[in-house]
């Protein structure tokens, strides 16, 4: 690995052209870290709704990209100033910005900083240009991260050390995914034994929730989709009920109202969508129901939610990255793992080269994956 320190490297990526466009896997030259910067040879990235919506939704986001945010890799080389990483170490990717110096990021109850907070930035990094060239053209890096290429350059501050024992192929899911998920149980809700959950919808991350709310100890976990394929590992990792609100009669609300006897504790939105965020808001009790919105919602979509909801003790509120800082998820999700308490190698249900991307997110498009993860 040494050979290739302060050179530029010439790997594969799979690129990002314009918006809605497919990936076209293309060699592309990337430059070494600057100051406060590391090169880092991705292993495994996850393949999130979140790109899924990114493509099918058209964002607005800065083309040409190399898109990708839940990566495991090594550290290929460091930039100027790194203290907390060096060449050699396993780290996972961190798509949310948190520089660490803030007043936000110096609270121990918040995980978005002020700087930048939730936004994946402008696709430079922070001297203004790129370090991907293709074709002799600059392409942006997407949500400080950029994980779909062999190489990637990200800050000092957009990786957390794992080094512990967990296969970089697994672990990649902490990057994203399952930490998304489990922290908005375990942060964002913060569940309490006993409780009655519902979960709409069961991709990765909904079902990184179910299992949230089975360490947190609810008595009732009951996923919501439209997909019944979803139902047998929603089960397996501790779903208690399955519905589909295309098999019923009265609105998902109703029913959930009426089979938990007055409404749920706890609901999570994990699809993104405006009907379903209403729906997960009038499943829950009246009293001191709490209903925490995972999905991304697609940007220029407002939400209609009636407002009798809330002459109600009613909290609805928004969950990114469960939660979590940069410095405290690894430790407590790698204790965890480590004692068992969930099964992160149930989300794997393939793993494809970087050449199959488009194959790759063609399964979660139609619901036949729970996570594919490439492996480089
Ligand atoms: P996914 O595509 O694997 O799962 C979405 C699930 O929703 C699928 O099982 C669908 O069948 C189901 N679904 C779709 N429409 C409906 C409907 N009307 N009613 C019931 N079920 C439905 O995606 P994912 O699990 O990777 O991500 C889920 C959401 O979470 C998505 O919006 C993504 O952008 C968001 C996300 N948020 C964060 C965050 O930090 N807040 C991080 C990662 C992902
Ligand atoms: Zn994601
Ligand atoms: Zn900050």
Known sequence: MSSTIGKVIKCQAAITWGPGEPFSIEEV????????????????????????????????????IILGHEGAGIVESVGEGVTSVKTGDRVITLFLYQCGECAFCLNSESNLCLKRGPSSGSGLMDDGSSRFTCKGKPIH??????????????????????????????????????????????????VKPGSVCAVFGLGGVGMSVIMGCKVAGASRIIGVDINKDKFAKARELGATDCISPQDLEKPIQEVLFDMTNGGVDYSFEV???????????????????????????????QLTLNGRLFFSGRTMKGSVFGGWKRNEFVPRLASDYMKKKFNLDSLITDTLPL?????????????KTIRCVLLL
């Open 355 to 367: 050449e199959k991307i488009n194959e790759g997110f063609e399964l979660l498009r139609t619901g």
């Open 271 to 301: 699809i993104g969508k405006a009907d379903t965020v209403a729906a997960a808001l009038a499943s829950c009790n009246i009293n001191s129901g709490v209903t925490v919105i995972v999905g991304v919602i697609s940007p220029g979509v």
């Open 141 to 190: 890096h997407f949500s400080n991260t950029s994980t779909f290429t062999e190489y990637t350059v990200v800050r000092e501050t957009s990786v957390a050390k794992i080094d512990v024992a967990i296969p970089l192929e697994k672990a990649c899911l902490f990057s994203c995914g399952f930490s998304t998920g489990y922290g908005a149980v375990l942060n964002t809700a913060k």
């Open 29 to 64: 030259e990337v430059g070494p870290p600057q100051a406060k910067e590391l090169r880092l040879k991705i292993v495994a990235t996850g393949l999130c709704g979140t790109e899924l919506k990114i493509l099918q939704d058209l964002y607005p986001l800065p083309y040409p």
